[in-house]
């Protein structure tokens, strides 16, 4: 998890900057920041890294459990 996290803050920074130079341009537009973030940064392709690893590790945490019920 330390990678997708570290990508993370990356990304998210990345973001947080890029909307900070540009937002004299595109003042309130949300959809303009979103086009922005997305074209401009991986932050939505980081974020699902991020779900995808969380759903992993979901589905270890429940194997685990069956496993420990089973030894027991």
């Not at 570290?6 to 979103?34: C, F, K, P, T, Y």
């Amino acid at each position: 998890m330390g990678n997708v996290a570290r990508n993370l803050q990356i990304e998210g920074e990345a973001a947080r900057s890029l909307l900070a130079n540009i937002r004299d341009v595109i003042g309130d537009d949300d959809d303009m920041a979103m086009t922005a973030v997305e074209g401009e940064t991986s932050l939505l392709e980081t974020i699902g890294e991020a779900v995808d690893r969380i759903a992993e590790l979901d589905a270890h945490v429940e194997a685990l459990e069956i496993h420990l019920k089973a030894l027991k």
